[in-house]
């Protein structure tokens, strides 16, 4: 049988907010999140979208709550879950990077490299590809303090704009990996609703190409 009502979409909380809003209204689908309420219909009754935690996206997805999600790479990595992926998205882009003070030893071939980061799975599996021995000490955020406090000499984190480093004195020291965001979606859900999630990526697609 299929499922009917509104296409529930889950969105990040933060920088992506706006971009993705402004992505939908470019193409039609408009919508407001009340102050401090953290879901929202489309003025057309046609999409519910759910405001979550960037690192709670992939479990509300994974759990078919939102049938389909926007998130980047980073986030899903960490998630350790395959998602299907049906659009990439142009805004959002970012380097997960590891990253020293300004002028830092670079790390030494073979020593335990010693990093703080959010993303412990993304960080441990590069360097274990690698061969890199290395030593992850998990954080929530702000992760810049750690080599500005001694916590350690170097963090794998994103970089946007690059202004965070900068204001700390700190420097890029390798570029791990480019991160795009992707509009994921529930398989189960996706074998359902295929006709009009295909529909709404084709019209986002064509808004952000500029045809929307
Ligand atoms: C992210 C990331 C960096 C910062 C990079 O943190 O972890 O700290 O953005 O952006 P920039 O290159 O444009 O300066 P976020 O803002 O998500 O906050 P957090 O420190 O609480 O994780």
């Given at each position: 049988m299929l499922e009917s009502g509104e296409i529930t979409i889950a969105l990040p909380k933060g920088r992506l907010e706006k971009s993705v809003q402004k992505l939908f209204a470019a193409c039609g689908i408009d919508f407001q999140f009340e102050d401090r309420k953290l879901t929202a219909c489309s003025s057309d009754g046609k999409f519910r979208f759910f405001l979550v935690k960037n690192s709670d996206l992939p479990t509300y997805v994974r759990h078919g709550i939102a049938g389909i999600g926007i998130c980047g790479e980073d986030v899903l990595y960490e998630s350790g879950t395959v998602f299907t992926k049906v659009m990439r998205l142009n805004c959002g882009q970012t380097r997960m990077c590891l990253a020293g003070r300004a002028g830092a030893e670079k790390p030494q071939p073979g020593r335990k490299l010693k990093v703080a980061s959010k993303f412990t799975r993304f960080a441990a599996d590069y360097y274990n590809n690698l061969g890199t021995p290395i030593e992850i000490i998990k954080l929530?955020?702000?992760?810049?303090l750690a080599p500005v406090l001694g916590l350690t000499d170097y963090i794998v984190d994103l970089v946007e704009t690059g202004s965070t480093l900068t204001a700390n004195r700190l420097e890029i020291i390798d570029v791990l990996k480019e991160i795009s965001v992707y509009m994921i979606v529930n398989p189960s859900y996706y074998k359902m609703r295929y006709a009009e999630i295909d529909a709404l990526v084709a019209l986002l697609q064509g808004g952000q190409n500029g045809n929307g």
């Open positions: 929530n955020g702000s992760v810049e």
